[in-house]
């Protein structure tokens, strides 16, 4: 069985740094791409970032670009989103999800499993 | 970027009645579209793939269907453990977007 577990969320200052994890079992890592989803208390889901199963492609949303750095240990089957230059919008819960291939840039890609969250809070 | 738009945004609905909640891209994305449930305090669920493909495990009282920019999620017979909030996302394009969600209140 799949299992997600995220960690590392918690308050952070506009203009500060957060690094969250997701520790993944229950399968063989690299055999899919994984994302970061996010979402605003009360509001909709929207994707942030992902890597491809063997790590070599990130992705990222427009809102996040040149602030948000996802990268992936294999050899700690975790990846890792280093949150710079925070801002008031980024305060969310952020999920771990796994697409359902190795590769992102695929028609008909999935979030297969998603992780339980973790919150981030992010003011002054 | 594409833009998914759900209707309606909220309903309220008996045990037993059958519910569609439909979904919009901006452009055609043919059936590039999945569905997810989510319950409060809950991480998303996936219930359907590629439009009309149903997960493992998921109740065949779910159904979806569409092609090109308009999509639907059927459940028939609503089951108390359906009051949810039910968003759609395309996989046509990069950024991967979501509909905002359209929240299943019992009446």
């Known amino acids: 069985e799949v299992q997600l577990v995220e960690s590392g969320g918690g308050l952070v200052r506009p203009g500060g740094s957060m690094r969250l994890s997701c520790a993944a079992s229950?399968?063989?890592?690299?055999?899919?791409?994984m994302n970061w989803v996010r979402q605003p208390p009360g509001k909709g889901l929207e994707w942030v970032s992902a890597?491809?199963?063997?790590?070599?492609?990130?992705y990222y949303a427009d809102a996040v670009k040149g602030r948000f750095t996802l990268s992936s240990d294999s050899s700690k089957n975790s990846v890792f989103l280093q949150m710079n230059s925070l801002r008031a919008e980024d305060a969310a819960m952020y999920y771990c999800?796994?697409?359902?291939?190795?590769?992102?840039?695929?028609?008909?890609?999935?979030?297969?499993?998603w992780g339980q969250g973790t919150l981030v809070t992010v003011s002054s | 970027d594409i833009q998914m738009t759900q209707s309606p945004s909220s309903l309220s609905a008996y045990v037993g009645d059958r519910v569609n909640i439909t979904c919009r891209a901006s452009?055609?994305?043919?059936?590039?579209l999945n569905w997810y449930q989510q319950k409060p305090g809950k991480a998303p669920k996936l219930l359907i793939t590629?439009?009309?493909s149903l997960q493992s495990g998921v109740p065949s009282r779910f159904s979806g269907s569409g092609s090109g920019t308009q999509f639907t999620l059927t459940i028939n017979s609503l089951q108390p453990e359906d009051f949810a909030t039910y968003s759609c996302?395309?996989?046509?394009?990069?950024?991967?977007?979501f509909g905002q969600g359209t929240k299943v209140e019992i009446k």
């Open positions: 996302q395309q996989s046509y394009t990069i950024p991967r977007t």
């Open positions: 890597i491809s199963g063997r790590g070599g492609d990130t």
């Open positions: 590629v439009s009309s």
């Open positions: 452009q055609n994305i043919n059936t590039n």
């Open positions: 999800a796994t697409g359902n291939s190795p590769w992102f840039n695929l028609n008909g890609e999935y979030f297969h499993s």
């Open positions: 229950g399968f063989t890592f690299g055999s899919y791409a």
